[in-house]
């Protein structure tokens, strides 16, 4: 069963950095993608950044573009999120997740209905 497990997140000022961690288990994911979502209070879920395991080609959106940086760590099984110059706009619940289907090597999905598997999450605050 595949089980994915966040940290990393908490408090920070505005132009702060954080990292976040997201440990995957429970299957081979070479040939899968993960992603980073978020979703803030009474706004709807956001993607944030999306990786393949087996080439690690990345896709960034265009609101964390330059300021957050999505990375993979294939022998820990561990996707990160490094993000920089935190403004508190980007103050939500950050989620990983896994596609629902393998076969991804450049491309990595960027919509919420191609991951089937997702984490609890891990709280992000920005305070101005």
């Known amino acids: 069963q595949v089980q994915l497990v966040e940290s990393g997140g908490g408090l920070v000022q505005a132009v702060g950095s954080l990292r976040l961690s997201c440990a995957a288990s429970?299957?081979?994911?070479?040939?899968?993608?993960m992603a980073w979502f978020r979703q803030a209070p009474v706004k709807e879920r956001e993607f944030v950044a999306a990786?393949?395991?087996?080439?690690?080609?990345?896709y960034h959106a265009d609101s964390v573009k330059g300021r957050f940086t999505i990375s993979r760590d294939n022998a820990k099984n561990t996707v990160y999120l490094q993000m920089s110059t935190l403004k508190p706009e980007d103050t939500a619940v950050y989620c990983c997740?896994?596609?629902?289907?393998?076969?991804?090597?450049?491309?990595?999905?960027?919509?919420?209905?191609?991951?089937?598997?997702w984490g609890q999450g891990t709280q992000v605050t920005v305070s101005s």
């Open positions: 997740a896994v596609s629902a289907k393998d076969g991804y090597r450049w491309f990595p999905p960027r919509t919420a209905s191609e991951y089937g598997y």
């Open positions: 990786i393949t395991w087996s080439s690690g080609a990345t």
């Open positions: 429970g299957r081979t994911f070479s040939s899968y993608a």
